[in-house]
């Protein structure tokens, strides 16, 4: 009887280790996915909030903020299933250096130029598609 309930308690134990590490876990990769995810929707939220009222932009952006946290939670999901634990923990770190936080903060710079580096081609791509699907 000693030995079940012994057995018991281990078992006990690492199941509320291994739920505790899972929600630190969860917690890193969400930390994570706002660090990078925080400075490339500034200009996205300027970009669409050019459309709107005045009087009406801080309900505007308050609610564009609560849709892009909801995009965030689902990036970490993902970051979630593709990297360890000790990936986003080293991640993580690199944020927290110079050079970390200044790719951090030049993310949505990044990310709009990127796009348009992308629309300069884009018509290449789709010549070569059409030229080689048929």
């Keep these: 009887m000693k030995k079940i309930i012994l057995t018991s308690t281990f078992l006990f134990m690492a199941i509320m280790i291994k739920a505790q ?3 630190t876990f969860t917690t890193d ?11 490339t929707f500034d200009p996205l939220i300027k970009l669409y909030a050019e459309k709107v009222q ?49 790719l951090a903060e030049k993310g949505g710079i990044l ?11 884009e018509m290449d791509i789709q010549l070569l598609v059409t030229k080689y699907e048929q």
């Design 111 to 121: 990310t709009m130029k990127g796009v348009k580096a992308a629309q300069i081609i």
């Design 54 to 102: 005045d009087d009406r932009l801080e309900a505007f952006t308050k609610a564009f903020r609560e849709i892009l946290t909801v995009y965030i939670n689902e990036l970490a999901i993902i970051y979630k299933e593709e990297f360890t634990h000790s990936e986003i923990k080293d991640m993580l770190s690199f944020y927290t250096t110079p050079t970390g936080k200044k």
């Design 29 to 39: 990769c969400e930390e994570l996915t706002a660090i990078l995810s925080e400075t």
């Design 21 to 23: 590490e899972k929600d």
